[in-house]
């Protein structure tokens, strides 16, 4: 009797667990491209640009990064939107994970940069947070979606590429020198701090300036297609 229930329970996870996944898949829009402007926000002339920015962008490092824009996150939260939405595309070189994707979900006003396992320590969740912050929402803010989402790319491609400078970095006040050893000391904490801080989630080697990237070219000669990575919920979100 115990073996009969504990098989209909199994059988009952399944199928509700088939039927969740499904019910999920089908709110996701297809992978066509680079770019996909589900949301319509961007002009064909802006979408060609990205696209083949992207493009030279994964022919030059192997890494994939996507442009997403949807109608609709069908009520649910833009971080478990971007890792579904990354999983089910396969952005990225599979067992490498060197996928992102900008995500921007207009009628929720909300926008995210998904970041796959292997790119975690370059497009590290504070530098995803400073482009949304500095460079991304301001444009949305002030009605330029179509321009957040360009210069946002550029920042992403610009990192991704290995420019420790290409982030925006948060303000600081400028601090006066009291004479030279304080400085000394501030640095040495910096330094030490940066250090534990990579250990621990992998911004040293962007600190360091030198990535970790596959150079090559990209796997497939004619159409995009995702290449099969996975992602565990890196990146940021924002709102505007």
């Known amino acids: 009797m ?5 098989t209909l329970l199994l059988v009952v996870v399944a199928v509700v667990t088939t039927g ?7 709110s996701l829009p297809p992978l066509t491209g680079r770019v996909v402007d589900q949301a319509g926000i961007l002009s064909s002339a802006a ?20 442009v997403a824009t949807v109608a609709s996150l069908d009520e649910r939260d833009i971080a478990e939107y971007g890792v579904e939405l ?14 992102a994707i900008l995500l921007v979900a207009p009628n929720e006003r909300a926008v995210r940069i998904e970041v796959g396992y292997g790119l975690e320590g370059t ?3 504070a530098t995803s947070r400073l482009i949304i912050e500095n460079v991304i929402r301001p ?3 002030a009605g330029n979606m179509e321009a957040g989402i360009v210069t946002g790319v550029d920042a ?12 925006p970095q948060p303000p600081r006040a400028r601090a006066k020198d009291p004479g030279g050893f304080p400085v000394i000391t501030v640095l040495i904490v910096i330094f030490v701090i940066t250090r534990f801080m990579g250990r621990r989630r992998g911004v040293w080697p962007l600190v360091l300036g030198a990535p970790t990237v596959w150079r090559g070219g990209s796997r497939r000669g004619g159409g995009f297609g995702g290449g099969g990575g996975s992602f565990g919920g890196g990146g940021a979100s924002g709102r505007w």
């Open 20 to 26: 969740t996944a499904q019910a999920a898949g089908l």
């Open 156 to 167: 992403i491609l610009a990192v991704l590429r290995g420019d420790p400078d290409a982030a």
């Open 47 to 66: 979408e060609q640009t990205l696209a083949a920015e992207l493009q030279a962008h994964e022919q030059s490092t192997g890494q994939q990064v996507v």
């Open 2 to 6: 115990r073996r009969l229930v504990f």
């Open 139 to 141: 444009q949305f803010r």
């Open 86 to 99: 990354g999983r089910a595309w396969g952005i990225g070189q599979k067992d490498k994970n060197t996928g």
């Open 123 to 125: 497009l590290t969740d």
